[in-house]
């Protein structure tokens, strides 16, 4: 099989991301490569939770199953390299050619390779602009869990709204078309989808309700994954309603979380926010003495709030999510209820109070 080289190896970079090479299987640290003459190539990697899928025009054919990281390493151009590259496959050997050079790899029996999931009983779930899901996710990753004890929260739902939580926290942002088939993606998917979006301008998604999979396509990638099938929190009953509302500046609040945080010691303290006239940013040092910081309010607030303790780092994360410089609406009563951010886009953030 002769192919583009640095097209084969941007593929390859790209599959490793889902490969499993830390695992106990070797054939898990593999790719199955597959072409038929006058065809497509064929690649996939999996650790058996997620697999991904990409496909491009090559001369010749191929079936060989080999370890991704050795066989990037042995592709891998110049910078301004164009050639091509030949792969040959023997019994049990897969002979790259480049360079002048007869690279030799080990194969792996192709059919220990994990079997691909089911052709049928798709449906389509949507579609949405890469550009879009980005920003998306850009946005709700801080706040997704990755603790997996916890499994009911190492996931990110996808519905009228994305939308992740990991119990201190929740972001949501609302998608230009609501998923037909709600469904969920680990953690750990998200992040790896994240990564495939600029393969393409669109991304579709298909629910396989029976096996509970999810496929979705970018471009010439195919990603899949398992949906955890358990019931995410109720998005509608953890975000508060908003109750007098306040505008502040959000690159202001930022800048006075992050001066506050830097006058911390070592130990890492709640904060202590008072909405009245401004907002009042303060806490304790470690000899009991009050240090604090004052952010004017952009509207006032119609009765002063009880103070509230929130951890300071997820504030910030949360402000800079949604946008980091403009205005955003300011929700929080008192000091058992959570602090909720809006951005004008309705993008929303919940922060989970703490104790001071």
């Not at 006058?38 to 991904?52: I, K, M, N, V």
């Not at 519905?159 to 230009?176: E, F, Q, Y």
């Not at 991304?203 to 010439?220: L, N, P, Q």
Request: glycine content about 6%; proline content about 6%; charged content about 25%.
């Amino acid at each position: 099989m002769k192919c583009n080289r640095k097209k084969l190896y941007d593929r390859l970079v790209a599959l490793e991301k889902v490969a499993d090479r830390g695992s106990g299987m070797k054939i898990l640290g593999c790719v199955k490569l597959e072409a038929k003459p006058g065809g497509r190539l064929l690649a996939r990697t999996t650790d058996l939770e997620r697999s991904l899928l990409t496909w491009f025009d090559v001369e010749g054919e191929i079936s060989a199953c080999v370890a991704i990281e050795k066989l990037a390493k042995a592709v891998k151009p110049d910078a301004k390299d164009d050639s091509d590259v030949e792969l040959v496959a023997s019994a049990d050997r897969l002979m790259v050619v480049a360079d002048g050079l007869k690279i030799n790899l080990p194969l792996y029996p192709i059919e220990d390779f994990p079997s691909d999931g089911p052709n049928t009983g798709w449906h389509p779930a949507g579609t949405w602009e890469t550009a879009e899901l980005a920003k998306a996710i850009a946005f709700t990753l801080p706040a997704a869990c990755v603790d997996t004890m916890r499994p009911h929260l190492t996931q990110a739902a996808f519905a009228a709204a994305l939308s992740t939580t990991d119990g201190h926290r929740l972001h949501t942002i609302p998608l230009s078309e609501p998923a037909s088939i709600p469904f969920k993606l680990p953690t750990q998917s998200l992040k790896s989808l994240s990564c495939l979006l600029k393969h393409g301008e669109h991304a579709m998604a298909f629910v396989h309700e029976e096996t509970k999979r999810v496929i979705i396509r970018i471009g010439d990638f195919e990603f899949e994954s398992k949906d955890n099938n358990i019931d995410f929190p109720p998005v509608e009953q953890i975000i508060c309603a908003k109750q007098e509302p306040v505008s502040v500046n959000a690159a202001l609040l930022v800048k006075a979380l992050k001066r506050l945080i830097s006058l911390q010691d070592s130990r890492k303290h709640p904060v202590r926010l008072v909405v009245e006239e401004d907002i009042d940013i303060a806490f304790d040092d470690y000899e009991g003495n009050e240090i604090s910081v004052q952010v004017d309010l952009v509207t006032k607030p119609v009765t002063a709030r009880t103070p509230v303790g929130v951890d300071a780092d997820y504030l910030v994360e949360a402000l800079i999510g949604l946008g980091g410089k403009d205005e955003v609406e300011w929700t929080n009563v008192g000091p058992l209820d959570p602090i909720r951010v809006d951005a004008a886009d309705g993008r929303i953030a919940i922060v989970m109070p703490c104790r001071l």
